[in-house]
């Protein structure tokens, strides 16, 4: 069975960091693209990172100097650093093999 | 950025009767090797998103034949050939043929 598990969010100050996690399970992760997409509350669905098989990442404006993708073929996970966390940030993160397979999301909140 | 614009942004759709969704993009979603990278999700009510339709007219495993994509270049379809209560929900149309990777601002189909 294909699965995607995301942990790691929180409460977090603005300014502050978190890392989030997605361990990917029943299928060739290394040879996949993977993705971080987000949601606000009662908001549409937002495009965050991504990372290609050859590791090379990819990041939307909002975030890019702040938030760094990375990715443990060895582990069969995908992460999400993220740093200066803003109120704006505050969203569901899923994550997404391709355009294929979501993880049921983790939810950062960013508030003081 | 490439945008890409739904409509209706809502959907009244009385059971039974058919619905249909459009994803208009800024330019032509043909990727180099000649493949158009447009995908459909549909998010039911507090869940996380479900690929329905990707490579424009590719119905995945699963999802009703009620459910059919259409479209090239850079104007697409979503039709439900009749439409049933567990289909509400928002719908949304995913461009992965550039970067950054876009979403549609999403559709609400609900029953009248």
């Known amino acids: 069975e294909v699965t995607l598990v995301e942990s790691g969010g929180a409460l977090v100050q603005p300014g502050g960091s978190l890392r989030l996690s997605c361990s990917a399970s029943g299928f060739a992760f290394d040879a996949h693209l993977m993705n971080w997409v987000r949601q606000a509350p009662g908001k549409g669905l937002e495009w965050v990172s991504s990372i290609d098989k050859y590791f090379t990442p990819y990041y939307a404006d909002s975030v890019k100097g702040r938030f760094t993708v990375s990715r443990d073929n060895a582990e069969n996970s995908l992460y999400l650093q993220m740093n200066s966390l803003r109120d704006e940030d505050t969203a569901v993160y899923y994550c997404l093999d391709g355009d294929y397979r979501w993880g049921q999301g983790t939810l950062v909140t960013v508030s003081s | 950025d490439v945008a890409l614009t739904q409509s209706p942004l809502s959907l009244p759709v009385t059971r039974g009767q058919p619905a249909s969704i459009s994803c208009r993009s800024g330019?032509?979603?043909?990727?180099?090797?000649?493949?158009?990278?447009l995908t459909w999700f549909q998010q039911r009510p507090g869940q996380a998103p479900r690929r329905l339709i990707y490579?424009?007219?590719i119905r995945d495993s699963g999802v009703p034949d009620r459910f059919s994509g259409s479209g090239s270049g850079s104007d697409f379809t979503l039709n439900i050939s009749r439409v049933e209560a567990e289909d509400v929900g928002v719908y949304y149309c995913?461009?992965?043929?550039?970067?950054?990777?876009?979403f549609g601002q999403g559709t609400r189909l609900e029953i009248k």
């Open positions: 330019q032509s979603l043909v990727y180099s090797n000649g493949n158009t990278y």
């Open positions: 490579k424009v007219s």
């Open positions: 995913m461009q992965g043929t550039h970067w950054p990777r876009t």
